[in-house]
């Protein structure tokens, strides 16, 4: 039976209740029990100040901002001039704030393809992005929503995009070439100041995917890890693109999209004045925009500064080392390559992978799983610091029933 809107409403608090209830059903994440997906600051203060924020510019609609709320203005404003600083941007380099990484990486498409066209003049051209196949799906989405080719090359021995296989994959109808800092399957980072020189000398617009990894990079390069430099200082990068709400810790959605110069940035913006209302023109694929993320995001960052994001980096980093070392002290597990940051992805030598993550479900784990190689992967966050010894000691467990169930038993497949 199909559900219908109820004829009279419920109690707010019966509601609560019930959602409560509902989640109980739900992977605890709090426990640290899912690898990916959500994203925790060091205390819950940190997650509050967000909440808060959010609640404070509930209603308000950054959609219309420039009409009627210049306060969500100035916020969205001072939190692009913070990055474009953070990421060594040029003067008259511009970005603008977005729903997420995926919406920031199709205007950043969208902004090269406009911006390439104009230049090359389109006839003839259809244009393809060139990338290593450890690239987000969302440059595929920007590329099926604008009838782009994609080019997805293999990654070198060390699973980071491949100089000579990108350039190779390169041709005449190229408009942009991808670098990921990092890459979400081995949380490596690719190797930007070669991609971007080839970028150059080429005339190649090169968009860093800094989605995942660019509100934690600046931090751990600062603590002395030997995070390799990924932004505007080098010459080739064109544009960039970093997730407030991944490492930045502020509630979602919202992420931002940065660009070299200004016209750059100006070839993002969709505008069409032919319609009865009169002039319509964002930065973005969605119309309205929640106030909420733009002043939670806003908050956040003021809240904790670059002292407080050297200290989550530090906790991060060091949780990162916890898990590689107890993970590799597990007969027949190896991580794969060597995970820049904090996310990362380890093979077993004993077991199917799928296996082992069938057994760490039956144990109320949620387990992603990677293909060529085979894998287990994590992106670590805070609620994994209370967990590590608990997960460590159930993947030592799970490997060794998987290692005991024979082969070709695996009901799971790899899914993000
Ligand atoms: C998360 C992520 C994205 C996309 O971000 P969404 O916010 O999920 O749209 C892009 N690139 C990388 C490397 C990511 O990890």
Same mark, same amino acid.
């Given at each position: 039976m199909r559900k219908s809107l109820p004829a009279t409403g419920r109690s707010a608090a019966e509601l609560l209740v019930e959602l409560k209830a509902r989640?109980?059903? @739900?992977?605890?994440?709090? #426990?640290?029990?899912?690898?990916?997906?959500?994203?925790?600051? %060091?205390?819950?203060?940190?997650?509050?100040?967000? $909440? &808060?924020a959010y609640?404070?510019?509930?209603?308000?609609?950054?959609?219309?901002? $420039?009409?009627?709320?210049p306060s969500l203005v100035q916020m969205e404003k001072e939190i692009i001039e913070i990055g474009l600083d953070l990421f060594h941007a040029p003067d008259g380099a511009a970005g +603008?704030?977005?729903? #997420?990484?995926?919406?920031?990486i199709i205007m950043a498409v969208k902004a090269c393809r406009d911006w390439t066209r104009r230049r090359r003049g389109d006839a003839g051209h259809r244009g393809n992005l060139v990338m290593a196949n450890t690239a987000h799906p969302a440059f595929s989405k920007a590329a099926r929503l604008m009838d782009l080719e994609v080019r997805r090359t293999d990654t070198a021995?060390?699973?980071?995009?491949?100089? &000579?296989?990108?350039?190779?994959?390169?041709?005449?109808?190229?408009?942009?070439?991808?670098?990921s800092a990092p890459c979400f399957p081995r949380g490596v980072i690719d190797p930007i100041a070669e991609?971007?020189?080839?970028?150059?000398?080429? %005339?190649?617009?090169? +968009?860093? @995917?800094? !989605?995942?990894?660019?509100?934690?990079?600046?931090f751990a390069r600062e603590l002395g890890y030997p995070v390799p430099e990924f932004d505007f200082a080098l010459p080739g990068v064109t544009s960039l693109s970093a997730d407030l709400h991944k490492y930045g810790f502020t509630p979602k959605p919202a992420s931002t999209v940065f660009f070299r110069d200004a016209e750059r940035a100006a070839a993002a913006m969709f505008e069409i004045d032919e319609w009865p209302s009169g002039l319509y023109a964002v930065a973005t694929i969605v119309g309205t925009r929640p106030g909420g993320a733009?002043? #939670?995001?806003?908050?956040?960052? +003021?809240?904790? %500064?670059?002292?407080?994001y050297r200290r989550e980096a530090r906790r991060l980093m060091t949780l990162r080392d916890r898990y590689i070392a107890g993970i590799e002290a597990l007969p027949g597990f190896r991580v794969i390559g060597k995970p820049d940051l904090t996310?990362?992805?380890?093979? !077993?030598?004993?077991?199917?992978?799928?296996?082992?993550? &069938?057994?760490?479900?039956?144990?109320?784990?949620?387990?992603?799983?990677?293909?060529?190689?085979?894998?287990? +992967?994590?992106m670590l966050t805070i609620v994994h610091e209370n967990a590590c010894e608990d997960y460590l000691r159930d993947l030592a467990s799970a490997a060794a029933e998987a290692a005991a169930t024979p082969k070709g038993e695996a009901s799971v497949s790899v899914t993000y």
């Open positions: 989640s109980a059903a @739900d992977t605890d994440w709090r #426990g640290g029990r899912l690898p990916a997906y959500i994203f925790r600051g %060091g205390a819950d203060d940190v997650s509050d100040i967000g $909440r &808060q609640g404070f510019y509930f209603t308000e609609n950054a959609l219309g901002a $420039r009409r009627a709320f +603008h704030l977005s729903t #997420g990484g995926t919406e920031s021995a060390d699973f980071r995009a491949d100089p &000579q296989a990108i350039a190779a994959a390169t041709d005449d109808d190229t408009i942009m070439i991808v670098g991609l971007g020189a080839l970028a150059e000398r080429r %005339g190649i617009w090169f +968009h860093v @995917d800094a !989605c995942v990894g660019g509100f934690l990079a600046p733009v002043a #939670g995001a806003w908050a956040t960052l +003021h809240y904790l %500064g670059a002292e407080g996310l990362l992805s380890f093979a !077993c030598e004993r077991a199917d992978p799928r296996l082992v993550a &069938q057994s760490l479900a039956r144990r109320g784990w949620v387990a992603n799983l990677t293909r060529d190689p085979p894998g287990l +992967h994590l």
